[in-house]
Structure formats: C-alpha cells, structure tokens
C-alpha cells in the first residue's frame, strides 16, 4: 500500500470513480460524503469510512475534495468542523471543486497561514472521463506542490496542466465551462436540425463528429441526446453554478461575454423547469419536446 493516507471528501458521480482509482493504485483512502450509501459501494471495496469530515482530515496526509457548490466548499474548509480547524501542518489540500478563483485565493492563503499546502485542482471530463482515469485536470497553486502531485494527479488524469498561482487552477476551468457552453448549444441546435430536416442523427454524427466541428461533448453526449438519456454526467445545477461564476469574473474583468449570458439564460431556464439533477446535454429540451 502507498504511505500517503488521503482522504476525499464528496464520493458523487466523479468523485467515487476517482476514489476507486486510488484505491486501485494501492492507495489508503478514507472517505466522507454528507449521505453515507453514496459511499457504500467504496466503503465495500475497502475504503474506510469518516462519520465527519473532521474525522476524516485528522490522520491523512493529503485531503481531496470534489463537492457541489463554493458555500459547500467554504462550509468544508473553514467551518469549525472543516479541515482547517481539524487538519495539521504540512498536510496538503487539493480542491478539485469548481469554485470561485478568489476564493481558491482565500484558501490558499488560509492554507498557508497553518502551515499547510493547497493547490486548486478542477477538473474536466465528466462521468467518462473519471471512469476511465483520463480527466483533464487544471492546477492552481505552488509549481513545487504541483510536481510533487503529480504522480497521484496521473492516477486519474491524463492532461494535467499547470496553470499558475493560487487560483489560476479555477480561472482555467472558466474558460473550459464558456467553451463547453457555447459547444453545447452548437451541438442541440445541429441535432434539433437534423431531426427537422429528416437526416437520421445518428448517420449525420458518424459525419460532424470525425470532421472540423467534432469534439468531445459532441462524441460523447450526441448519442446520449439522440437516445433520449438525460442522466448526468455533469448536473445542470452545477453547470449554472459555473457558468454564474463565470459570469462575475468576466464582469469583474470588464469583459462582455455574449455566447455565455446566452447559455446561463438557458440553462438556468432548464434549473426552473425541474432539470437540475440532469445531465447538461438536457438542453436539448430548449428545442424539442419528447
């Protein structure tokens, strides 16, 4: 077994493919997440259990987090019952929650303050991408903490990139949410039009998916839609939580960015209509009612 004890905090659709990974790499795992049956099928594999996330952080070496929302995260970090208040110096943290880059920032610092080392670690690739170990991960933090995680980093991931200082991990992935959101409006609005004009969309994807406007989105989520499978690789809920973000920071950078306040419109309709716990490629109810 690997010296390092890790725990990982958030076991959801990634999170638990991530865990089987390290555990597949000889790796002494300690899991939480806030509903224990999530955990069950890891706990069975022979990851060990925390009741808290207190109880987790206390004995490992390296702690992972991959949960929902930036307030979760704050929650997980700094509450009196985060890791935090309950980790140890020279313990590193590794946020791999696509959150806010400021307040990667805070982290970091806070991090730093206790003696300990964060890196900002958001990721791409979705369900696919963490079951078959291959998801694109994008790192904030200190370039020594980097190289010294990265063979950990390469137990589920496949291009991992270091960005630059504190936050520079979450700026990376905003760029990668604009770019996913304006592919997948491309992508509903290409098969809502083969479906009017009479192509069959299967046919048309062997075409456009190996062609100039191929991508992964299109390879891996066109068949999903054409198939009528909205279940998520990626949550609407978090998409719009990403794209809202976005939102702020290329505000704060004064930056006018048409295509994204298109897509949060969107999406965030899709979030009213009772999506949310869907995949992203649901945005395909925007054009055709089945």
Not at 225 to 250: C, M, S, T, W
Request: proline letters at 3%; hydrophobic letters at 45%.
């Amino acid at each position: 077994m690997k010296t390092e004890k890790i725990a990982f905090i958030g076991t959801g659709v990634m999170g638990a493919s991530v865990v089987k990974h390290l555990m597949r790499a000889s790796f002494d795992v300690t899991v939480y997440t806030r509903t224990k049956s999530k955990a069950n099928a890891l706990i069975e594999l022979g990851a060990h259990w925390a009741n808290t996330v207190a109880e987790a952080v206390r004995e490992a070496d390296i702690v992972f987090t991959m949960i929902g929302m930036p307030s979760d995260v704050e929650e997980v970090y700094l509450s009196e019952s985060g890791v935090f208040a309950n980790g140890h110096a020279g313990q590193i943290v590794v946020d791999m929650t696509t959150s806010s880059p400021e307040l990667a920032v805070r982290l970091a610092e806070k991090a730093q303050s206790l003696g300990m080392f964060s890196l900002d670690a958001p990721v791409s690739g979705g369900d696919i991408g963490a079951k078959n170990g291959t998801l694109s991960i994008m790192c904030g933090g200190q370039k020594e903490l980097f190289d010294r995680l990265m063979p950990i980093l390469s137990v589920f991931g496949e291009k991992i990139v270091y960005q630059g200082e504190a936050g520079a991990g979450q700026h990376a992935k905003m760029c990668n949410q604009i770019t996913v959101a304006g592919t997948m409006i491309g992508i509903c609005e290409a098969l809502a039009y083969a479906m009017k004009s009479g192509l069959d969309p299967d046919t048309m994807l062997q075409s456009v998916a190996s062609g100039a406007a191929g991508s992964w989105n299109l390879s891996a989520l066109g068949p999903r839609i054409i198939q009528e499978d909205y279940e998520p690789g990626f949550y609407v809920k978090h998409f719009v939580k990403d794209l809202n973000i976005a939102l702020r920071e290329a505000e704060a950078l004064q930056l006018e960015l048409p295509g994204l306040t298109l897509a949060q419109k969107m999406y965030s309709e899709l979030l009213d209509k009772g999506y949310g716990e869907k995949g992203t490629q649901a945005l395909i109810k925007h054009y055709i009612n089945s």
